[in-house]
């Protein structure tokens, strides 16, 4: 392929020049540059009187790495219809309505696309070239600007920038992942984008600076989870962050070893099913949020401690060691969701034994799994002498 340069002076090197052409536009068109080795008839002429019969057609430039940093065509739109330039690889340039005139200019001959500048000769009714308003997520279809939104996807931790601003991140990865926002002061207030995990892991997202995200310092997507990210140029806040039906009812495994708070964070909030493991080392309280939500919590902890379900200002529901229990926060308390069943083993609070074999009801009743002895020999000497009577042994008996 042969790349034309600046050469000599910084003069520009043209392909062969052909001044004028005219063109009936029927269908969509591509211009090639009038070399020795092209074949088309539809050239690329310093000036092109176009009559476009038909509406909603487009002509695409040439490849503008085959030419230099100058090269101008003119085009006038001769017919009734708008028609639409485009760069080599599709991008519109600009909309020309019928009787108007517009000369377009290669500025970057580094890709086959270009960088193309256009330029609206005198008209009787001038008109706003929608290509050349089209900022982000904002894109230009004929002469109207219509909205846009890019999507990009991504499977390492990226960092989101200005210019992200109205672009779709869905995360592919397999497992987890990062999606870092800049400072909310940077970007200023009413910039956003949309994040989607399509992935196996979760996406969590960091606000840079002491912004925070939905008031939180950092804001966990679970797989199906997506929504809107908007700045009001201090924070960040979320549209429509939800997830996906599939994963309404989930479950998960949380190791509270030790003893006093723990307070349910990141992605250990919006579960299901709560299984609460490990070695308690003194009495425990489960904090969740005071938000309305419900809780299924199995206690599989080990130590002879107390574990409670609590929310962060109000009451809380204790689970036996052992045992399993629907609740739910109401907004301020965590309350018992299940009052008319009994659950099993009953504690020996409750009227129960607390056990579910003979020899540990036994020992949670105060005992030993053999049971505690009621008579002993000095203990049965006492009773027969109380009754004034000496036991005497006779044929085996008393």
């Known amino acids: 392929m042969t790349i034309y340069t600046d050469v000599f002076g910084g003069a520009n090197i043209y392909p062969s020049d052909v001044s004028y052409s005219s063109l009936t536009l029927t269908t969509d068109v591509i211009l090639s540059w009038p070399e020795e080795t092209s074949t088309s008839t539809n050239l690329a002429t310093r000036i092109i009187d176009v009559n476009a019969t038909v509406a909603s057609r487009s002509i695409f430039l040439p490849n503008a790495s085959q030419a230099a940093n100058g090269e101008t065509i ?5 017919g009734a219809n708008t028609f639409v330039v485009k760069n080599a690889t599709g991008t519109q340039i600009v909309s020309l ?27 009787a009714v001038s008109a706003a ?29 990226y960092n989101a920038g ?10 592919g990865g397999s497992g987890a992942g990062g999606l870092d926002l800049p400072n909310a002061a940077t970007v200023g207030n009413n910039w956003f984008m949309y994040l989607n995990n399509a992935g196996g892991g979760d996406v969590t997202v960091t606000p840079d600076g002491i912004c925070t995200i939905d008031g939180l310092a950092t804001k966990t997507y679970q797989p199906g989870n997506s929504s809107v990210i908007v700045s009001d140029g201090t924070d960040y806040y979320t549209i429509g962050f939800g997830q996906s039906a599939v994963f309404i009812f989930d ?14 964070a990141g992605s250990e909030l919006n579960r299901i099913v709560y299984k609460f493991t490990g070695t308690l080392s003194g009495d425990i309280d489960i904090v969740v949020p005071d938000t309305v939500q419900q809780y299924w919590v199995d206690n599989a902890t080990t130590g002879a401690y107390v574990l409670t379900v609590i929310s962060t200002t109000g009451t809380g529901v ?9 609740l739910y926060c109401d907004g301020a308390d965590v309350i018992d969701a299940d009052t008319s069943t009994v659950a099993f083993p009953i504690s020996v609070a409750q009227g129960g034994t607390g056990a579910t074999s003979a020899g540990n009801a036994l020992i949670n009743l105060g005992g030993t ?14 009773v027969w ?14």
């Open 74 to 78: 003119l085009f006038n739109n001769t």
């Open 97 to 123: 309505a019928a009787g108007t005139v517009w000369q377009v200019y290669l500025t970057n001959n580094s890709t086959e696309a270009g960088s193309w500048v256009s330029l609206q000769y005198g008209a």
């Open 129 to 157: 070239n929608a290509s050349a308003l089209a900022g982000t997520g904002i894109i230009a279809i004929g002469t109207l600007l219509s909205q846009s939104m890019p999507i990009v996807q991504f499977n390492t931790s």
């Open 162 to 171: 200005a210019t992200d601003r109205a672009k779709m991140y869905v995360w």
């Open 251 to 264: 479950y998960t495994v949380i190791d509270v070893s030790g003893s006093g708070n723990y307070v349910l």
């Open 318 to 326: 204790v689970i036996n060691q052992g045992a399993r229990a629907i």
């Open 369 to 382: 799994a053999t049971g505690i002895p009621i008579f002993t020999a000095a203990s049965t000497a006492a």
């Open 385 to 398: 002498s109380s009754l004034g009577q000496i036991p005497s042994v006779s044929g085996g008996t008393f």
